[in-house]
């Protein structure tokens, strides 16, 4: 993989970071203006949903959704996840603010990717659980605490 390919991807990752902290905000505003923290998840999903359509259909790729039956249902729970993430971070925020919220997100999905990599879960080549990513974890947790602050 080029140097090239990784640095798109990394820069990706840190735009996407930053547009997850601003749609936390955005969505909890939306809630509070239409008096519902799940109606206002359900707008926001609807409206990823219609951008990721047209886009999917943009590319030309639109052939592949009817293959959705070809898939094991259980691979379908990923978007009960991004449902879950919408509507808990926009119902949270106002309680935690977006730096404990965002820290907790991240120190979840270290806890979850220390796990799945012991397991080798999805196909994955398994990874032991070391010393360091525990530490990582750690910080991370120290994170929170000190965002309360």
Do not use: K
Request: charged residues 5%; contains cysteine; aromatic residues 6%.
């Amino acid at each position: 993989m080029s140097t090239h390919t990784v640095l798109i991807a990394s820069v990706l990752m840190v735009v996407t970071g930053m547009a997850v902290a601003i749609q936390s905000p955005i969505n909890a505003a939306m809630g509070r203006i239409i008096e519902s923290s799940l109606a206002a998840a359900t707008l926001s999903f609807g409206v990823g949903f219609v951008a990721l359509l047209l886009l999917t259909l943009l590319v030309g790729d639109g052939s592949s959704l009817p293959r959705v039956t070809t898939v094991p249902p259980w691979l379908l729970v990923g978007g009960l996840c991004g449902a879950l993430f919408v509507w808990a971070s926009l119902w949270t925020v106002p309680i935690l603010g977006i730096l404990t919220l965002t820290i907790m997100v991240v120190l979840g999905q270290v806890g979850a990717a220390i796990v799945i990599d012991y397991l080798g879960a999805f196909g994955l080549t398994p990874r032991p659980i070391s010393l360091p990513r525990i530490l990582a974890a750690a910080c991370l947790l120290a994170g929170v605490v000190l965002s309360r602050y």
